[in-house]
């Protein structure tokens, strides 16, 4: 089973590199669906692996010639990372205050499936809609803080919900998008783990398997930036809809699995 999640886990980092959605929206509920382990547990995993994967990402882009905004970007990020310690906050609130894992990963699917569907139903029909060319500081900020909370709370990293607030927000193609989102993807990562250190609750896990993760999380990393450079706005929003339709099945399965225990 662990090779089957370090496999997933490669496949679903090239994916997100190419899309932006980091991956963790793939493993996150994969790993529900396949394995028996704490929520929190599986959260710590996809998280620190879409960690991994961002980090070279972003390190690699560098010398491409799409850039991190230089105005919103940034605020974007910075909002990410203390959505990233609020949404961790909530998580843990929860968890202690219910005891209940099953409970935590109905609430968890269950919020994936209404997101991922909003967005679905938002790519499909973007080019109907007007969008808006936001370069106001502050609301990058608070939108920031909006993204990192719920990457943080649903342990995804990032997830569809970026791409679709950076391209109705500010105006961004599918491919700065992407890298954006990455962005705040890193950022709220490294906010969530730094919470998890500082309350001490760093859930029990096997180093191993986290160590081959990251490590197919990197490989995913490289292999889907050097497959985006030769794709189009066109061909990455099409990889991003048939994403969205396998995360939308997988979480209302792990939905139906969670409300029977």
């Known amino acids: 089973m662990e090779i089957l999640l370090v496999v997933i886990t490669f496949i679903a980092t090239v994916i997100g590199?190419?899309?932006?959605?980091?991956?963790?929206?793939?493993?996150?509920?994969?790993?529900?669906?396949?394995v028996d382990y704490p929520?929190?547990?599986i959260s710590f995993l996809s998280g620190?692996?879409?960690?991994?994967?961002?980090?070279v990402s972003l390190l690699r882009s560098r010398k491409d010639s799409i850039k991190v905004d230089s105005v919103v970007g940034t605020p974007l990020a910075i909002g990410g990372a203390f959505g990233g310690v609020f949404g961790k906050l909530i998580f843990s609130a929860i968890q202690q205050a219910y005891q209940n894992d099953a409970l935590l990963g109905l609430v968890q699917n269950i919020l994936m499936v209404l997101l991922t569907v909003t967005v679905f139903f938002y790519i499909l029909n973007k080019s109907k809609i007007k969008t808006l060319?936001?370069?106001?500081?502050?609301l990058a900020l608070a939108a920031g803080l909006v993204l990192g909370l719920f990457s943080s709370?649903?342990?995804?990293?990032?997830?569809?919900?970026?791409?679709?607030?950076?391209?109705?927000?500010?105006?961004?193609d599918s491919k700065h998008a992407a890298l954006n989102s990455l962005y705040i993807i890193f950022c709220s990562q490294v906010a969530n783990l730094i919470a998890?250190?500082?309350?001490?609750c760093i859930p029990s896990f096997d180093v191993l398997l986290l160590v081959s993760m990251m490590a197919s999380g990197i490989a995913g990393a490289m292999a889907g930036r050097s497959v985006s450079k030769k794709l189009d706005n066109t061909q990455v929003?099409?990889?991003f809809m048939?994403?969205?339709?396998?995360?939308?099945?997988?979480?209302?399965?792990?939905?139906?699995?969670?409300?029977?225990?």
């Open 48 to 55: 620190n692996t879409v960690l991994a994967m961002t980090a």
């Open 17 to 34: 590199a190419i899309s932006g959605i980091g991956g963790g929206v793939l493993i996150k509920p994969v790993m529900d669906a396949l």
């Open 196 to 200: 998890n250190i500082v309350q001490g």
């Open 153 to 172: 709370f649903l342990g995804i990293g990032g997830g569809p919900i970026n791409i679709m607030f950076l391209s109705y927000l500010f105006s961004m």
């Open 237 to 239: 929003d099409k990889l």
């Open 133 to 138: 060319s936001v370069r106001n500081k502050v």
């Open 39 to 41: 929520v929190a547990t």
């Open 242 to 261: 048939a994403l969205m339709a396998v995360i939308i099945l997988l979480s209302l399965s792990n939905v139906v699995k969670f409300a029977r225990v």
